[in-house]
């Protein structure tokens, strides 16, 4: 599948079935993230994969209750270690190094036929005492994982005009 | 071209041949960070083309003197606004929000054949300066766009099992 369906067909998917996700498929999801640039090359970043039930059925609670969750047969938490590197730029370097994998594994997900939903409403003290992530570490964003059982309709976009600009900011 | 393939072809460049990017190909890129997904759809990003020989100079400078950030006929700009949002997990939305959106870019402009390479080390002062960025919006990242001069081997990564536990944090 080109990249660019796949930027356009890629949904957020909020109901799974309950079919297995293939152990190969999952590789390859987790490849994706593998071979994701990260600043300097830091790869700071640990990614857990939660198949166990009840596991599941805490981290969707530790999500504000969205029991949905936990209905998809995989649940992947992404974590950045090394919180406290700092670009010249002024970001940390761990939220958005792991940010950029986490977008590799959503494109190929859907690349395989497989659902996700990125989620940064958790609360996080509640997922790192669940998992035992270190104090260290942050926990940067949550995602179901599994075969999609609903068709979800694109969300409204901003313009092109609306967010790009030309030689300087003009909005 | 298959995402799985630009994941695993994707380079960061720093060679660019003088060759403009054709305006197709551009929107193409900006569509790319268009449609990308933002915590509860903010899409609170704007992006700027810089295509004005003397302004890309004046970024390279701002880019800790990288000379050849300006040899590539675009560099754009990403910045998040509303930079004070914060999710229930504790991240700011604008940072993971303006990444996602720029993975996306990089991705397709690997795919029309384009060069790219996130950069983030800028003195973001001197960047929001030279493109009259409003105080409030910050600057995340910068990359130049075009076609590559080079040929850039894959750097090493981590294994899949430095980086993948189950069921919990386990490394």
Known sequence: MDVFTAIQGRRSIRKYKSTPVEEEKLSKVLEAARLAPSASNTQNW???VVRDETVRRKL???AGGQSWVAKAPVVIVACGTEPDG???C???RYNINVSIAVTH???EAYELGLGTC???RFEEDKVKKLLKIPEDVRVVAVTPLGYPSEEVLPRPRKSLGEIV???KYLY
Chains 1, 2 share one sequence.
Do not use: T, V
Request: hydrophobic fraction near 55%; avoid cysteine; charge should be negative.
């Open 60 to 62: 969707a609670e530790a």
């Open 86 to 88: 700092i670009m010249l």
């Open 118 to 120: 990125w989620l940064g």
């Open 90 to 92: 002024g970001q940390h």
């Open 46 to 48: 640990k990614f857990i």
């Open 165 to 167: 600009s030309y030689e």
């Open 105 to 107: 594994m959503l494109l």
